[in-house]
């Protein structure tokens, strides 16, 4: 992990990505066992990749992106990226669908209105339809065309499945989500809490009312405590839209009173959705080690949701952006579990 080859060629390149991502290398900053990992290894990849990004075919290009993503990791040459997905031409489904995932969730600055005519003509099924709506959606993609495609979904993974929920959660796709709440009730014992808070989030911010009986089931099968601060800012907006039993806001309010790493998004979102004293004195307290993230709309939003509890100086660093203002990338997507690993790259 020190030092990348010089002659590793694409695939290559991308194998080790993959296989780093894979064992969890670099989620949060550290391995499985805790060590610092920081990002040494990636960093490497990604230089190596800045540099040969024009010879990465789609499969290659798919990997290495799907690889930084899951990772959590920053990808230098996003641009290049992203330049090198328009221009080429021949994809399969699972390829697209990879890349498609692994450069939304980067939040990459693609030409996304491509990236859909790609989407249309493939034949994608399963977890790589899943996969292209949520990525296209996310991106202000009209997904209407690729949501008449789905047919069948009773075999579907439950992470397929809460993904393409969340992806159709705008519109008018209602056919679709119907065969979500029935595929959550058949299996809801096989879904991830984060899976079940992806489709409690979907189904309520799409009708709250026609499937009422969906989300109450996904919302008493969460464990709170297993969800990541974006996941948990997701269940909050679910049982805001509905009138959920004390039992759920009391498993979500203790789990966000627990969190120790908070997004700045997802605190924000929080913040705004909570009325529970102890739990707005914790987001005070993780908002002002956070503060130099938040943006001044955020900045805003905090000080209209936790008032007092934030110190009085807590706005001026906005004053400071506006005098010199940074460059801060888009709020991330919503991420959903994460997709299978793409296969190993193998000769030609």
Not at 40 to 69: C, H, K, N, P, Q
Not at 82 to 91: G, H, K, L, P
Not at 135 to 155: C, F, K, P, R
Request: aromatic fraction near 6%.
């Amino acid at each position: 992990t020190r030092l990348i080859d010089d002659e590793l060629g694409a695939a290559e390149t991308a194998n080790i990505a993959v296989a780093l991502a894979s064992l969890g290398c670099c989620s949060g900053g550290l391995d499985k066992d805790g060590r610092a990992f920081e990002g040494r290894a990636f960093a490497s990849i990604g230089r190596r990749a800045s540099v040969s990004i024009e010879t990465y075919d789609g499969a290659s290009l798919s990997s290495l992106v799907w690889a930084f993503s899951v990772a959590k990791q920053e990808l230098a040459c996003l641009p290049k990226a992203s330049e090198r997905f328009i221009s080429i031409d021949s994809w399969d489904a699972p390829s697209l669908a990879n890349a498609c995932w692994g450069l939304a969730s980067l939040n990459a600055p693609l030409d996304w209105s491509c990236a859909l005519r790609r989407a249309r003509a493939v034949d994608a099924s399963g977890g790589d339809l899943a996969k292209l709506i949520w990525s296209l959606a996310t991106n202000g993609q009209d997904v209407s065309a690729l949501a008449e495609t789905v047919g069948s979904i009773e075999t579907w993974p439950p992470s397929a499945v809460a993904r393409l929920a969340v992806g159709l959660r705008a519109g008018d796709h209602a056919k679709v989500l119907l065969k979500v709440a029935a595929h959550l009730r058949e299996m809801h014992a096989a879904y991830a809490s984060s899976e079940l808070a992806d489709v409690a989030y979907a189904l309520s911010t799409t009708d709250a009312r026609a499937f009422r009986p969906a989300i109450d089931l996904a919302l008493a099968n969460i464990d709170a405590s297993a969800l990541d601060c974006d996941a948990l800012a997701r269940l909050f907006e679910a049982l805001g839209a509905v009138e959920p039993s004390a039992d759920a806001v009391a498993k979500a309010v203790h789990a966000a009173c627990d969190m120790k790493l908070w997004r700045p998004a997802a605190l924000v979102i929080v913040a705004g959705l909570s009325t529970n004293a102890a739990l707005l004195d914790a987001l005070a307290q993780a908002a002002v080690g956070l503060r130099d993230r938040f943006d001044g709309a955020q900045r805003r939003q905090l000080r209209e949701a936790l008032g007092a509890r934030l110190p009085a100086d807590f706005d001026q660093a906005e004053v400071a952006a506006i005098a010199e203002p940074p460059l801060e990338a888009a709020a991330p997507p919503p991420v959903v579990a994460r997709p299978p690993p793409p296969p190993l790259i193998t000769g030609p």
